[in-house]
Each structure stands twice: as structure tokens, then as C-alpha cells.
């Protein structure tokens, strides 16, 4: 079964309107972390927002917020107000204890965002 | 500047050619990592290490070889280079533990295996 899943393989966003992008998860482990990265076209990879399996409230950085459901294992990342610059993929990735906390990817979303 | 260094940024290959990717990091991280990514997918984890003398294999460990002699250096060897190699490489970093610890990431090596 696939660790983390991001359903939607593209999406295109009109400039200044809000956007989700969804992720799902799955894991046994009680104590886990989620995080959601940037990747543009020149590659680098560029952490965004964290969330703590025991963080009670969704975790917000500036334009990003992170949508947490824990009891749906989903973590999905809403970026309000798209600019251009937001054009990349997404990746959500989740740290384990049980896989020696490090980061296991989903497929990714690439965002597009209209002018 | 402090970060992730990684060499070479690109490489083209030879089946059956052997080399080594190379990784640094100036942060005293304990943790270190190998991904792969292939076009159009996410990162898939090769190998990594939580202290000096200390490896695990991740989801896609075959063909790769690994070691950790010291904090800072974590290369990763290719045995026999092969066409599925094919990938963007990247090397990561962090400090061990729980909670919104940041991983740092090298800006990628391009292999291409003819």
C-alpha cells in the first residue's frame, strides 16, 4: 500500500484565488510527522509547513496552511492568494519513527497558476 | 555558505561504469540521506544514516553502496552503473529526533546512464 498518496496529478489555479492540494497517508506509527515541500522547475527542494501528529491545531506558514484530519489521515496544503511564482510540484512526505525518521514521498502535484 | 553540497551536478555514464556521488553537509547533522527521483515522480529513499558508522537500506537500495566514516560526508557509490539509474539524485540532512526538525536538501545531481 502506498505510504503517501496525492490523487491529483496536476491542477491549475487562477492568480489571487486559493487552492488545495490533497494528501493522504498511512501509517501504524502514533507519533509521526507531515510535511509539504516545493519543488520549481529549477529543482531545488524547498520545505513549505510541518505538521506534528499531536499538533491539535493546522499548522500555518504566511500563505500556507495545512489541513489536518487526522482521524482521515489526510494532510492537505491550501495556499491562499496563488502568485505566479507558486508554478511547481508539490510533494507531501512523512517521517516515521519505524523507518528511522526519514521522509517518505507521495508522487507529487504540479500546480500551474493562470494569469 | 552552510548547507548541503553535493558533486558532481551533472554526470553521464557508461553501463557497468562504477562512481560515487558525493555529499557534504557543514550543519553537524547527525542524520543523512540518499533519494532518488525519477521524472515526473517523487523522492524515493536509496540509503541513509543516523550517525558515523552507522547505514540502513531505504525502499531502493540495490545497485548502491554506501558509508559514513565522518559527521560531515555521506558518498554514495554506484557499483555497475545500469540505464535504470537514470535519475536525479539528491542528498538531505538533518538533526535526529522528533518534531518539525528541518531537512536540508543538496540541489540534486543529474545521472545519466547510457
Known amino acids: 500500500a502506498q505510504k503517501i498518496t496525492q490523487t491529483q496529478p496536476g491542477m491549475f489555479v487562477q492568480e489571487k484565488e486559493a487552492v488545495t492540494l490533497d494528501c493522504t497517508y498511512d501509517t501504524s506509527d502514533q507519533s509521526y510527522g507531515l510535511f509539504w515541500y516545493k519543488q520549481p522547475s529549477s529543482g531545488e527542494m524547498i520545505f513549505l509547513i510541518y505538521q506534528g501528529s499531536y499538533d491539535e491545531q493546522n499548522a500555518t506558514e504566511g500563505r500556507y496552511s495545512l489541513n489536518f484530519q487526522k482521524a482521515r489521515k489526510s494532510a492537505n496544503l491550501v495556499i491562499s492568494a496563488s502568485q505566479l511564482g507558486d508554478s511547481a510540484m508539490y510533494f507531501c512526505?512523512?517521517?516515521?519513527?519505524?523507518?528511522?525518521?526519514?521522509?517518505?514521498f507521495g508522487g507529487g502535484t504540479r500546480l500551474m497558476v493562470k494569469p | 555558505n552552510a548547507g548541503v553540497t553535493q558533486t558532481p551536478k551533472f554526470q553521464v555514464l557508461k553501463t557497468g561504469q562504477s562512481m560515487t556521488l558525493q555529499c557534504a553537509q557543514d550543519m553537524n547533522h547527525e542524520y543523512m540521506s540518499w533519494y532518488r527521483q525519477d521524472p515526473g515522480m517523487g523522492l524515493r529513499l536509496i540509503h541513509y544514516?543516523?550517525?558515523?558508522?552507522?547505514?540502513d537500506q531505504g525502499e531502493v537500495p540495490n545497485g548502491y553502496n554506501v558509508s559514513r566514516s565522518t559527521t560531515e560526508d555521506f558518498p554514495l557509490r554506484l557499483l555497475s552503473a545500469a540505464p535504470s539509474q537514470t535519475s536525479v539524485y539528491f542528498c538531505a540532512s538533518s538533526y535526529g529526533g522528533q518534531g518539525a526538525i528541518g531537512y536540508t536538501f543538496g540541489s540534486g545531481t543529474r545521472l545519466t546512464v547510457v
Open positions: 544514516s543516523v550517525g558515523a558508522g552507522i547505514t
Open positions: 512526505a512523512m517521517r516515521e519513527r519505524n523507518a528511522g525518521n526519514m521522509l517518505t
